[in-house]
């Protein structure tokens, strides 16, 4: 054995042993960096990898109104897919297909020749009618698959669709509660997932996981069916009578905020809202239009003055000579000449707007504005509804005295429907500011079982309960006596009043001749069970007046709502005491002296019951001269014997 | 026999026999779905026949243990000969396999003669340059002539072609030359005219598969669907393995997602399965046996014999490097398997040889020592004792005689 001396070897041998150390270093760190640098992002990868799912579609929620009633539900409306590899003769295939489909021919053959394992024909192959989805299968063509899908169905219709909204082509919500309710309505998907090998093998000895498709909830909704039909049809009455610019209608009941309707004009059907300008469909009037309320804005001013105890509506009186001076100019009574001398009662029910002028200079403007931010305006009222309006206020820095008068009466605020519709409530349900809603309640699809309930919000108290109980006996004279008196429903006890707001044009200035007339009402006045408010933009052929257009409207809608919501007619109210001023009362005439031929011409619209026999009238009740409504019945007294009516 | 075991180095002995074991449960982990599905045979099929390899490759690593390493010297023309002969008829004779012709296939089993080239070069180079030390600054008559027949060993395998074990035999043969104690400067001749012969060689070698493979190893991302595909595969399995894996068996992407999972891959799957634990013990096992040997070459005052150790140890350590450089995104991939843990047959069998002739040197050295300590004085024994523990530690695991 020769032994050598290996000083260079051993040198380089320390250099190989440190280099050989310095390359497994090197791999331990780059195996750990794998591991855990990069090691999240590649587990997802790998799930991804290893499983196949199978989507299940979850059902959408229905949507009912507050007794169960179906407002949008689904149906069937399946699509078509297709397997390329599995058609064998696409040219047959897209001639057939194009066909049911209403597709070219093109179109369709290169759908059919496309690389995918599944593909589903869109749009044309989506949301079939049962028609065609049996057409196709009747074919029996090979690779051709009708696969289950649903979609909304509105069974009213148009009713109601600016608070529903609708849906797109794969069932999620575009606007309305559709939308602002997507997550809840939408459920979860769910997916059968297989893990699977590279080549799509099912791998046996890895568990199937099964998530099942948590189906969306049930919304049941605050709105009424039956208010909301009866909305629905003054609303298309009131456009075919006076074909107005539009028309908006709102019931809510004063007592939670809850709305029992909501509806206006123009309007669209949910399944086919491609066939109006998108305007209409995404402004839901009710909450999102802004306009100067006029005369409603009223009853605001009136609360404000009652709670501070400025005025007495008996008590106080006021001389309304027509118009009235603030800060050097003249505002004026919408009756030229004046109302004379009237009780605050009187100005409530004439509508007088230099009698409000003087309520809201007794406020003075920071308590005027305190109120009517208490009462909710100049804010969004927090409706579960998108595309809310603020409406606008004066800035109170800005409120000179002209400013203050104008407000007092409704003009220069622009506010919303459901601003007034709240701000009344809270006036004439004791003073509670309810927070508007639409959803009710969130209903299991499979148990039945309410899973969330929405409870009513009170937001603020705004006036004291006698102040509320003051406003509801003048605004119920509004309509007993003064310019509500078309909204007068026999039997329920109506209070309103009456709006007509002058419209802004786009130069900024007042346009002439193009009202909103309105009218807010609610009843029964002894303790409120509905609001209604109605107003229709610029009708035609008629006064524009509130008390004209709007108010016999509501009346009809009260009447019907009450009956629909089951609310006993009131047998002994105060109204009774007051007569239908439209009507007009007749004097009774003088009979006695006359002969029973004479009294033909008198029959048209009184009655006479008569008493004893013979030719002459020689007594009457009631006496001559004094007024009885009409169709009232007026007693005689008949004798032969004439002279005894002169006694 | 048992009085010449009686000095046998307990890393060296043991750590290739427990890490073929493991490799045989990994291959069986990795191997029974691909068997079964892609193969159509039996789940055990990899498993039977690595156990059978594993039976000859460990009888041969005792065989060869008790040979005295200094015999190979005097056969070494033999060697070379039988080494030459292998690689030429394989060119001729070898089964076609995916375009290259690397094996026999004698139907019971096939055979790579690249894999005796290895071990044949190593043994050539030490017994060429031992001889040649004392004259190796002699760039013509030392260091020149042994670099021909490396050339053309090279040369053959890169015909057949096998690029990535030529590129293995290259850094082994590099490995032992730069061992051997040559002047730097011949050093950088011998690099110029490497760079030289590998820029003709280039534009011959390179193919789209290749450069696909380069551009695979570096973004992997950018075509994850074709040649990336591998090296994502790969990714994936280490990073589900996270810290302890996903137990023995648990590996999802052996089910035909990593392609090669027993052999070029099985370190992709040892991660996903036992994770970073389970391949740092792998790791640290092979790095106790480089770096064990590379101890042993030091130790070698025979130059034929360190150089040899040096040649098995690189053999071994730069293999892992390939194979984990590549399952882990660092270089291309090569088809280069992991020593004593992937399947193949020709492989396991060459470097158990490699084993039993390293232990065989290790053996020699501990005998010279003991009988030398016990000569002088008897206590540095423990101070032996103390280099050994100092040694293994970086190997990774705590280690007394």
């Known amino acids: ?647 | 026999m048992k009085n010449r075991l009686k000095y046998f180095d307990f890393a060296l002995m043991f750590t290739p026999i427990v890490l073929t074991a493991f490799g045989i449960v990994m291959i069986y982990s990795a191997s029974m779905v691909y068997a079964v599905i892609k193969l159509e045979v039996g789940s055990t099929f990899f498993l039977f026949k690595q156990l059978q390899w594993a039976i000859i490759g460990v009888g041969a690593f005792f065989f060869f243990a008790l040979i005295p390493y200094q015999k190979y010297q005097r056969i070494i023309k033999f060697i070379v000969l039988t080494m030459l002969v292998l690689l030429g008829s394989v060119l001729i004779f070898g089964n076609n396999v995916n375009n290259a012709r690397s094996w026999f296939d004698f139907g019971f089993m096939s055979f790579q003669p690249a894999e005796v080239a290895k071990l044949g070069l190593i043994i050539y180079l030490a017994s060429v340059y031992s001889k040649k030390l004392k004259y190796i600054h002699d760039f013509g008559k030392a260091v020149m002539p042994p670099l021909i027949l490396t050339a053309v060993t090279i040369g053959l395998i890169v015909l057949q072609p096998d690029i990535g074990t030529a590129a293995i035999i290259f850094l082994i043969s590099l490995s032992v030359i730069v061992s051997s104690g040559i002047k730097f400067r011949h050093l950088f001749i011998l690099g110029a005219l490497g760079i030289f012969f590998i820029t003709i060689a280039v534009p011959h070698l390179v193919t789209d598969e290749r450069v696909a493979r380069f551009t695979g190893a570096y973004e992997p991302f950018e075509d994850p669907s074709d040649d990336g595909y591998h090296l994502i595969q790969s990714y994936v399995a280490i990073g589900t393995g996270g810290l302890t894996g996903e137990g023995l068996g648990g590996s999802v992407q052996k089910l035909g997602y990593l392609l090669e999972a027993h052999t070029d891959f099985i370190m992709a799957v040892i991660a996903e399965e036992l994770g970073l634990v389970g391949v740092g013990i792998t790791i640290g096992l092979l790095a106790l046996i480089v770096l064990r040997g590379l101890y042993f070459a030091k130790k070698c005052e025979d130059a034929f014999g360190s150089l040899l150790a040096i040649g098995i140890s690189c053999m071994i350590g730069i293999q892992t490097f390939i194979n984990v450089g590549a399952v882990s995104g660092l270089l291309p991939i090569t088809g280069v398997t992991l020593p004593f843990i992937s399947y193949g047959g020709s492989s396991l069998l060459i470097l158990m040889i490699s084993m039993g002739i390293l232990n065989n040197i290790a053996m020699q050295i501990r005998k010279a020592e003991f009988t030398n300590t016990k000569q002088t004085e008897p206590i540095p024994q423990q101070s032996n004792n103390q280099t050994v523990v100092s040694i293994s530690e970086s190997g990774g695991k705590r280690w007394v005689k």
């Open chain 1, 1 to 647: 054995m020769k032994r050598v001396s290996q000083v260079t070897v051993r040198k380089r041998l320390v250099t190989v042993f440190l280099f050989a150390l310095v390359f497994f270093i090197i791999m331990s760190f780059r195996l750990g960096y794998v591991q855990f640098v990069i090691g999240d992002m590649l587990m997802d990868k790998a799930e991804e990898l290893w499983s196949r799912d199978i989507p299940l579609k979850p059902d959408r929620g229905e949507i009912l109104d507050r007794n169960g009633n179906v407002l949008v539900e689904n149906v069937s409306a399946p699509s078509v897919a297709i397997v390329p590899r599995q058609i064998k003769n696409p040219q047959d295939t897209a001639e057939k297909l194009s066909e049911i489909l209403n597709m070219s021919v093109k179109d369709a053959y290169d759908v059919l020749t496309m690389t995918a394992s599944v593909h589903i024909i869109h749009p044309e192959g989506r949301k079939l009618t049962e028609e065609q989805a049996i057409k196709i299968q009747e074919l029996n063509l090979e690779g051709v698959y009708i696969a289950e899908d649903s979609k909304r169905f509105y069974p009213h219709d148009e009713m109601l669709a600016h608070v529903l909204g609708f849906t797109g082509i794969d069932n999620q919500g575009l606007a309305g509660i559709e939308l602002s309710y997507d997550d809840k309505l939408n459920g979860e998907k769910g997916s059968l997932s297989f893990f699977s090998d590279a080549k799509g093998h099912k791998m046996n000895d890895m568990a199937d996981l099964y998530t099942p498709p948590k189906d969306g909830l049930n919304l049941k909704l605050t709105i009424d069916e039956r208010v909301q039909t009866i909305i629905e049809r003054e609303l298309d009455l009131a456009e075919a009578k006076y074909n107005p610019d539009g028309a908006i209608g709102i019931a809510m009941d004063p007592n939670t905020g809850e709305i029992l309707a909501m509806s206006s004009r123009p309007n669209f059907h949910p399944a086919e809202f491609q066939n109006v300008p998108a305007e209409v469909y995404n402004r839901n009037l009710p909450v999102w239009s802004t306009y100067e309320p006029g005369s409603t804005f009223k009853i605001i001013t009136l609360a404000a003055s009652l709670e501070e105890k400025l005025i007495d509506l008996e008590e106080d009186e006021f001389n309304d000579t027509g118009s009235i001076e603030v800060g050097g100019a003249h505002l004026h009574c919408w009756k030229s000449g004046g109302h004379g001398h009237q009780t605050y009662l009187e100005v409530v029910q004439n509508s007088c707007n230099p009698g409000f002028v003087t309520m809201g200079e007794k406020l003075g403007k920071e308590k005027l504005f305190t109120y009517i931010k208490n009462f909710g305006f100049g804010q969004k009222t927090g409706i579960d509804l998108s595309g809310e309006g603020k409406g606008i206020l004066f800035k109170e820095e800005n409120v000179g005295s002209v400013e203050l008068a104008t407000t007092a009466f409704g003009q220069g605020v622009s506010v919303t429907p459901i601003q007034q519709v709240t701000a009344v409530s809270a006036a004439i349900n004791g003073g509670y500011l309810y927070q508007p809603y639409v959803a009710k309640e969130w209903i299991d699809p499979i148990t039945g079982k309410v899973v969330e309930e929405t409870k009513p919000i009170m937001k603020k108290r705004v006036i004291s309960q006698e102040t509320s109980e003051q406003i509801r006996y003048a605004l119920e004279s509004v309509v007993a006596q003064g310019t509500g008196g078309k909204a007068f429903v026999d039997g329920y006890r109506v209070g309103g009043k009456t709006g007509t707001a002058q419209k802004v044009g786009a130069d900024g200035n007042y346009m002439s001749n193009n009202h909103i007339v309105s009218f807010i009402g609610f009843a029964p006045a002894d303790d409120p069970k509905i609001v209604v408010y109605l107003a229709i933009d610029n009708p035609k052929n008629t006064v524009q007046f509130g008390g004209v257009v709007a108010a016999p409207i509501v009346g009809t809608i009260m009447e019907d709502s009450l009956r629909a919501l089951g609310v006993e007619e009131r047998e002994n109210g105060f109204e009774k005491e007051y007569n239908w001023p439209e009507k007009p009362r007749v004097e009774v005439p003088d009979l006695i002296g006359l002969t029973k031929k004479d009294l033909q011409k008198y029959l048209t619209n009184l009655s006479i019951e008569a008493e004893g026999e013979g030719e002459y009238i020689i007594q009457q009740a009631p006496k001559a001269g004094e007024t009885v409504e009409q169709g009232s019945t007026i007693r005689i007294f008949l004798s032969d014997d004439n002279s005894k009516s002169r006694e």
